[in-house]
T-cell receptor
Framework: GENVEQHPSTLSVQEGDSAVIKCTYS??????FPWYKQELGKRPQLIID?????GEKKDQRIAVTLNKTAKHFSLHITETQPEDSAVYFC?????????????FGSGTRLSIRP | KAGVTQTPRYLIKTRGQQVTLSCSPI?????VSWYQQTPGQGLQFLFE???????NKGNFPGRFSGRQFSNSRSEMNVSTLELGDSALYLC??????????FGPGTRLTVT
């Protein structure tokens, strides 16, 4: 069925340390994997995405890795800062290369300890 | 370009009433998707419209419906409101691919 599992549900890290959030998906045809950041009271913002033809993508302190064989992908945040505190959602589509049905993970609440 | 806008931002209704929410996508975007966000259930897909046609639908009862106009603006309607419909309703637009951009949401409270 259509399922995206996300772990952990909460994560607390010391400022400056790294944070890793993992997601697994069920549809082997999924080919696009975005990550969204939602700060308190704000809309989800697309922060990074990866397509199935690459295994890793980086953008400054954030990176996403994809393992299509195992059907999982991860978000890595290095040198965490207070402004990284937010809820992070992964997602995967369940129709080919369209926005028809994006299924979201349940979210990870990331807290950065000073 | 202006971002995705949603109106109203806040709404209070009583059980049994109906409500209509509006979403204006980014200029040029033809796809609009709707989501319900609750603390317990996360982001749940409601439906997606493209060029005035519903392309896909989530697992919500028939009380939830939507439509899209020729200018790509979209509305969703919830009839016979229940307490459990209290949530943040988000719409997201895309050009015609999987990259979605969210609006600020409409916070619906049903009393």
């Amino acid at each position: 069925g259509e399922n995206v599992e996300q772990h952990p549900s909460t994560l607390s890290v010391q400022e400056g340390d790294s944070a890793v959030i993992k997601c697994t998906y069920s549809d082997s045809a999924s080919n696009y994997f975005p990550w969204y950041k939602q700060e308190l009271g704000k809309r989800p913002q697309l922060i990074i995405d990866i397509r199935s033809n690459v295994g890793e993508k980086k953008d400054q302190r954030i990176a996403v890795t994809l393992n299509k064989t195992a059907k999982h992908f991860s978000l890595h945040i290095t040198e965490t800062q207070p402004e990284d505190s937010a809820v992070y959602f992964c997602a995967a589509p369940f129709t080919y290369s369209s926005a028809s049905k994006i299924i979201f993970g349940s979210g990870t609440r990331l807290s950065i300890r000073p | 370009k202006a971002g995705v806008t949603q109106t109203p931002r806040y709404l209070i209704k009583t059980r049994g009433q109906q409500v209509t929410l509006s979403c204006s996508p980014i200029s040029g975007h033809r796809s609009v998707s709707w989501y319900q966000q609750t603390p317990g259930q996360g982001l749940q897909f409601l439906f997606e419209y493209f060029s005035e046609t519903q392309r896909n639908k989530g697992n919500f009862p028939g009380r939830f419906s939507g439509r899209q106009f020729s200018n790509s603006r979209s509305e969703m309607n919830v009839s016979t409101l229940e307490l459990g419909d209290s949530a943040l309703y988000l719409c997201a637009s895309s050009l015609n691919g999987p990259e979605q951009y969210f609006g600020p949401g409409t916070r619906l409270t049903v009393t």
